[in-house]
């Protein structure tokens, strides 16, 4: 798939099948806060994603160079223990995911994506969109009803405090969701079904929270973090300060012609 952005430059947008060379970026094309970079579940699994799962991950290119990438895993939903979408988001679902592919009776009949990142000089120009869309047609190309997602919601940082339930149902006048990315799905296909309240989780002592982010950590409690959608709970006399993410849960039916 090619398409031109407003700003003149032509993205190609590609499978990681079609395109192996990119199953495992240079590079990490979008930002995010230090401290996100320490989850211990994706410590553990996300960089193998792209090349296990080959055609369920995208990628846009410029020429020769990566821009965009969409990750998603192919995983069974509805079964025994897995009746509704985990509490548990992100990790949950990407245990299930490896869980799955090293079991040669399991058949996966979904896909959960785990990130779309941009690079920061090409946001604003519609891209996440076109890679959420290019999700949808790997996943269902790849014989798969339905692309499940523990979205994090764009500008849920300005509002920590705010519960992720009120949060995730506010909608503008015309009835769309109110946060940018949520509205993004939404408008792609998808269905806000819920709120995963323990989807990723960081843990570290005082010392790395303060390497992290460059805050004091100097009292017991919770304490707003930049890039941080909730606060992180610090316990001084433990030497330790937790970082429990919820994400918002959004289905996707791509059997609708990928629209």
Same mark, same amino acid.
């Given at each position: 798939?090619?398409?031109?952005?407003?700003?003149?430059?032509?993205?190609?947008?590609?499978?990681?099948?079609?395109?192996?060379?990119?199953?495992?970026?240079?590079?990490?094309?979008?930002?995010?806060?230090?401290?996100?970079?320490?989850?211990?579940?994706?410590?553990?699994?996300?960089?193998?994603?792209?090349?296990?799962?080959?055609?369920t991950c995208v990628v846009a290119t410029e020429g020769q160079q990566a821009i965009a990438y969409g990750v998603a895993v192919p995983l069974t939903l509805g079964g025994k223990d897995r009746e509704t979408l985990p509490d548990g988001g992100w990790e949950k679902?990407?245990?299930?995911?490896?869980?799955?592919?090293?079991?040669?009776?399991?058949?996966?009949?979904?896909?959960?994506?785990?990130?779309?990142?941009?690079?920061?000089?090409?946001?604003?120009?519609?891209?996440?969109?076109?890679?959420?869309?290019? $999700? @949808?047609?790997? #996943? %269902?190309?790849? *014989?798969?009803?339905?692309? /499940? +997602? &523990?979205?994090?919601?764009?500008?849920?940082?300005?509002?920590?405090?705010?519960?992720?339930?009120?949060?995730?149902?506010?909608?503008?006048?015309?009835?769309?969701?109110?946060?940018?990315? $949520? @509205?993004?799905? #939404? %408008?792609?296909? *998808?269905?806000?079904?819920? /709120? +995963? &309240?323990?989807?990723?989780?960081?843990?570290?002592?005082?010392?790395?929270?303060?390497?992290?982010?460059?805050?004091?950590?100097?009292?017991?409690?919770?304490?707003?973090?930049?890039?941080? $959608?909730?606060?992180?709970?610090?316990?001084?006399?433990?030497?330790?300060? /937790?970082?429990?993410?919820?994400?918002?849960?959004?289905?996707?039916?791509?059997?609708?012609?990928?629209?």
């Amino acid at each position: 798939m090619t398409r031109t952005l407003e700003s003149g430059v032509t993205i190609e947008i590609s499978t990681v099948a079609e395109r192996p060379e990119f199953a495992h970026p240079a590079y990490e094309t979008g930002w995010w806060p230090e401290f996100m970079r320490h989850n211990h579940v994706a410590d553990a699994y996300y960089w193998r994603a792209g090349e296990e799962f080959r055609r369920t991950c995208v990628v846009a290119t410029e020429g020769q160079q990566a821009i965009a990438y969409g990750v998603a895993v192919p995983l069974t939903l509805g079964g025994k223990d897995r009746e509704t979408l985990p509490d548990g988001g992100w990790e949950k679902a990407t245990v299930w995911a490896f869980h799955d592919a090293a079991n040669p009776d399991a058949v996966p009949d979904s896909a959960c994506a785990l990130d779309i990142s941009v690079a920061g000089s090409l946001r604003g120009q519609g891209v996440s969109g076109l890679m959420l869309r290019a $999700l @949808r047609m790997a #996943v %269902r190309d790849a *014989g798969l009803f339905q692309l /499940v +997602a &523990p979205v994090r919601p764009t500008w849920k940082d300005r509002e920590p405090r705010t519960p992720m339930t009120a949060y995730a149902a506010r909608v503008r006048s015309d009835g769309l969701p109110y946060d940018p990315w $949520l @509205r993004t799905h #939404v %408008r792609a296909g *998808g269905q806000v079904v819920g /709120v +995963a &309240p323990a989807s990723w989780a960081v843990h570290g002592s005082l010392r790395q929270w303060r390497e992290w982010t460059g805050l004091p950590f100097d009292r017991t409690g919770d304490v707003d973090v930049r890039g941080a $959608l909730v606060p992180v709970h610090v316990d001084l006399d433990g030497d330790q300060a /937790v970082y429990v993410e919820p994400n918002v849960w959004v289905r996707h039916d791509v059997r609708d012609r990928g629209r």
